[in-house]
Structure formats: C-alpha cells, structure tokens
C-alpha cells in the first residue's frame, strides 16, 4: 500500500499563504487533499488526476488553493493563498487508483471511498 506524509502545516493570520506537501511512496492515479475541522465532516479540498493533469476544487477555495504534482518527487503540493479562520482543521492527503473519464470524476474524486490510502494529517491554523 503507498505511504503518504504530509508537512507544511502550520499557524498564519487571515490573507496569509502556506504550502502543504505530501511525499508518496509511488505515484498514484487520483490524488487529493481533504480537511476537516473541529465538529465538522471531513470534505474534499481539491483533486488531481495525475495522468490527465485534471484538477477539482471544493467552491470555497476556487481561487485560493492550488493543488499540483511534482511525479519526479512523487510528491503532492497544495498551496493555500489568502488564507481564512474557516479554513482552520487538519488536512489529510489521500491516493486512489482510479477515476472514471469525464465528469463522473469530479463526483467520485469528492467522496472519501474513492481513496485507499491517507496520510496522517497535518494541522493548519489560520487567525484572524
């Protein structure tokens, strides 16, 4: 089973940026990042196909988070611009093996059963 690991987390005030990073074991089909906060179900962040190069965001950060690929690195990159206090909560990185063609995929990359793999978390804090 692939090993994620994610770092870059941390504390900003509200308007800043951090980039988080998952280093992976393999490359994997379908990657995403996914968060959650105190109280609060765990959502999908945003989604790469790694081999199509297709990206899906949740709304409420289209236009902040960008999520990228390095596949030399085998590693994931979100990175969070404009940061809010509502964007507080551990984000999670997770790998899946597959996605159907076309826009099946943005609803199956949403749901956490279609990953297999996770990573432990890392926390960001953004205040206000």
């Known amino acids: 089973q692939v090993q994620l690991v994610e770092s870059g987390g941390g504390s900003v005030q509200t308007g800043g940026s951090l980039k988080l990073s998952c280093a992976a074991s393999r490359n994997m089909y379908l990657m995403g990042w996914f968060r959650q906060a105190p109280g609060k179900l765990r959502e999908r962040v945003a989604s790469i196909v790694i081999y199509r190069g297709t990206t899906y965001y949740a709304d409420s950060v289209k236009g902040r988070f960008t999520i990228s690929q390095d596949n030399a690195k085998n590693t994931l990159y979100l990175q969070m611009n404009s940061l809010k206090p509502e964007d507080t909560a551990m984000y999670y990185c997770?790998?899946?093996?597959?996605?159907?063609?076309?826009?099946?995929?943005?609803?199956?990359?949403?749901?956490?059963?279609?990953?297999?793999?996770w990573g432990q978390g890392t926390q960001v804090t953004v205040s206000s």
């Open positions: 997770a790998a899946g093996s597959l996605c159907p063609a076309g826009s099946r995929c943005e609803q199956i990359s949403a749901r956490e059963d279609a990953y297999e793999a």
